[in-house]
């Protein structure tokens, strides 16, 4: 497959109003102010990342939206229309360190584009309320927990484990953002901006390299692979290197070993990613047979018994390898979250708006979470859509995206907001 | 095969001067004196040791020997016969931390009762001179570099090496030995004691299971094994676990873990051992593919080609496994040794002289190195006996070998003293 081009034919009028070269060159701004030699900088809850949040303040100021961070940070830009009902469109201008340059900020920047296209088409006053939300801290990347303000607002954030997690500084996260004017103890009433909302959008560069490999611009994401995450331990017995004859062996590594081609093998049945992310042995000497190799596991579906099945084969094997080995072996779970499939409806819609600016679409699931996940859970219909990325890769400096593309994305982005308003006007 | 017990009808009237259960009970008042509740404690260069060898000197003291240290710190007694020519008996009285209360004392304490035998029955003066050296810091425990005091004796040290060795507490080797009175620059003087040694015998534990499998007491050494020991470094990419689709990974961690069935193929095509011993994993965290996979890789084989075969073939199938997963892999030597091919006619002197204990006997190759393998390298005929394990474990509290087993030991190992200085008597 090829990529299309934009079809002229297929543009509708408001194009006049939209300008995804402008959102290219507030990226690049963006860039500019809150980046460095080693890549994007803004990570949550710095002073970089509230320069990054001023510069989007300033942009949406020519609009008449009204402003306000909620009890969790996030930054709310409300387009009143003649409907409460409300169409949200999100990202999170939050970065890792040494980030990329659209990670975050492209969504936000073409959610910017389409509230100045959405005002100036209806003159102030479209038939349902937009909003754009800035998420707080989605990266995790300061205090190790993702997605901080979407599941304070979906009400999933689990506030005795975030109360105790601290910065490398040991700064506690409580004092960080209050610090920002946000009080720990009350983010969950972010919950309230829930209210109205009939739809979420959001739009991201591919974190893979799904569309790159398909030379395809955009794809619709179907929903957020289900994780399970697990820490494997197989035990046998030290013993000298030089006088132990290999039958005698119950080597941990060759067990835990035997574990890395098997993922391949259960991926290929299933479809989804696993991954051995580590590997740790003890004594971990040259002289010494293992007696101890602890591996984590991390398997992604989209599809819950897909995953289930992943999971049980994985631990049947483990179990297998550790009888051939003499060994024992034991699971420890680390972290799971069950999958969260998005809004058939608005996963038609996407697919149009692909289709209709590119000539050609791709639907692919998310490995990586998403503050969609999040907004999907609180039960808001939601959908994301994916714009290629140069190498398959993010949360690097080298991450990019085709400067048509980009385009591509914005026109494209926009489109799925007027079906998706239309389609919430519509309902009311 | 069962082990025969000793036949009466075999032994000499010399067993009549051999007291192999005074062996035991000096072995236990050792264990009483320089052990704990964790074990043997007999570390080198520590007052216990110290404290050790006070203790040896005293058994010694009833007998006419020639007591010194030599330039290595190595305690030589000389029993002066009719001949210079010299038969050597040596062992270790230093142990591992927390270790076993066999491991290199039961040669010294062995030794001992074989020189009274034979200042009994030679009144003092027999055909050729005896010698029994306590070699120094066999083990390396402190300072992580074993068979100091012999490979000193053999010219074999590596002076630029050891000279930077310090303990864990920051200390010096070279400031550790002058408290015990050794100079440092001085220690390969000790070569002089090789002057007219003639013969070098060592009794060991077996430090694995191989006797204990075959339910034999004892066995002949017939060397010490060569040894390729490498660090293995893969390299591929670290890429977001949930993102990465499988067939685009580039998994340094899937080639490395090849790897561990692939030894045992190996050792199954050419005998010896071989171990990985640690793998190490970057950036080895749960949601990225790992990007650099470090192995150690420890080979051992008595068979120098054959050691060559089993390097080479764990090369080949190491750059087989990185281009299957397009990963690279570099190889770095850590240390190497040649393997040490005892003396063939004390190997068969050992032999006779086990049968003749046992009933039945066994050939077998040192995974482990021993002082014997440094004596042979400076190019003095040397055989070593080997005891069996009860657990097939040594450095560690549990080893343990039967009573029975020591006493037909001591039998057999001076029956072999006997057929050496016997040879030693008939070539000078």
């Given at each position: 497959m090829k990529a299309a081009t934009v079809n002229p034919s297929t543009m509708s009028?408001?194009?006049?109003?939209?300008?995804?070269?402008?959102?290219?060159?507030?990226?690049?701004?963006?860039?500019?102010?809150?980046?460095?030699?080693?890549?994007?900088?803004?990570?949550?809850?710095t002073p970089t990342w509230k320069r990054a949040r001023d510069f989007l303040r300033e942009k949406m100021s020519g609009l008449p939206v009204e402003t306000h961070t909620d009890a969790a940070g996030n930054l709310w830009f409300t387009l009143r229309g003649e409907s409460g009902k409300a169409l949200l469109i999100g990202g999170h201008i939050d970065s890792v360190p040494n980030g990329g340059w659209l990670d975050g900020c492209l969504n936000v920047m073409a959610?910017?584009?389409?509230?100045?296209r959405i005002h100036a088409e209806f003159?102030?006053?479209?038939?349902?309320?937009?909003?754009?939300?800035?998420?707080?801290?989605?990266?995790?990347?300061?205090?190790?927990?993702?997605?901080?303000?979407?599941?304070?607002?979906?009400?999933?954030?689990?506030?005795?484990?975030?109360?105790?997690?601290?910065?490398?500084?040991g700064i506690a996260l409580p004092d960080a953002i209050a610090a920002h004017g946000i009080e720990f103890e009350k983010v969950k009433e972010a919950g309230v901006e829930a209210e109205n909302a009939a739809a979420y959008l959001e739009l991201h560069i591919e974190q893979g390299p799904v569309l790159l490999d398909l030379d395809l611009?955009?794809?619709?994401?179907?929903?957020?692979?289900?994780?399970?995450?697990?820490?494997?331990?197989?035990?046998?017995?030290?013993?000298?290197?030089?006088?132990?004859?290999?039958?005698?062996?119950?080597?941990?590594?060759?067990?835990?070993?035997?574990?890395?081609?098997?993922?391949?093998?259960?991926?290929?049945?299933?479809?989804g990613v696993c991954t051995i992310g580590s590997c740790t042995t003890k004594p971990g000497i040259v002289t010494s047979v293992v007696e101890e190799c602890r591996i984590t596991l991390d398997q992604r579906h989209l599809d819950a018994s897909a995953l289930a099945g992943m999971l049980a084969e994985a631990k049947s094997a483990?179990?297998?390898?550790?009888?051939?080995?003499?060994?024992?072996?034991?699971?420890?779970?680390?972290?799971?979250?069950?999958?969260?499939?998005?809004?058939?409806?608005?996963?038609?819609?996407?697919?149009?708006?692909?289709?209709e600016t590119c000539g050609v679409?791709?639907?692919?699931?998310?490995?990586?979470?998403?503050?969609?996940?999040?907004?999907?859970?609180?039960?808001?219909?939601?959908?994301?859509?994916?714009?290629?990325?140069?190498?398959?890769?993010?949360h690097n400096k080298i991450e990019d995206t085709r400067e048509d593309h980009i385009e591509q994305c914005v026109v494209a982005f926009d489109r799925l907001a007027r079906k998706t308003m239309e389609w919430i006007a519509a309902k009311d």
């Open positions: 009028q408001s194009f006049e109003l939209l300008d995804p070269k402008r959102t290219i060159a507030e990226l690049k701004e963006l860039r500019a102010l809150t980046g460095n030699d080693d890549g994007a900088q803004r990570v949550a809850f959610g910017v584009e389409i509230l100045r003159d102030g006053r479209p038939p349902v309320t937009v909003r754009l939300v800035d998420w707080a801290d989605e990266e995790g990347a300061r205090f190790g927990k993702s997605l901080f303000g979407s599941s304070a607002f979906s009400g999933n954030l689990d506030l005795n484990e975030a109360r105790g997690l601290k910065d490398r500084d611009p955009l794809g619709v994401v179907l929903g957020t692979c289900g994780v399970e995450r697990h820490a494997i331990t197989f035990r046998g017995q030290a013993a000298h290197s030089g006088s132990t004859p290999m039958n005698r062996r119950r080597d941990a590594f060759l067990a835990a070993a035997k574990m890395a081609p098997e993922i391949y093998e259960i991926t290929d049945r299933h479809g483990s179990e297998r390898y550790a009888t051939e080995g003499n060994v024992s072996v034991a699971w420890e779970r680390i972290w799971q979250i069950e999958p969260v499939p998005f809004h058939a409806g608005l996963i038609e819609f996407c697919d149009q708006a692909i289709l679409t791709h639907r692919l699931p998310s490995g990586p979470l998403h503050d969609a996940a999040e907004v999907s859970r609180a039960g808001i219909p939601t959908v994301m859509m994916f714009v290629q990325s140069l190498h398959g890769i993010s």
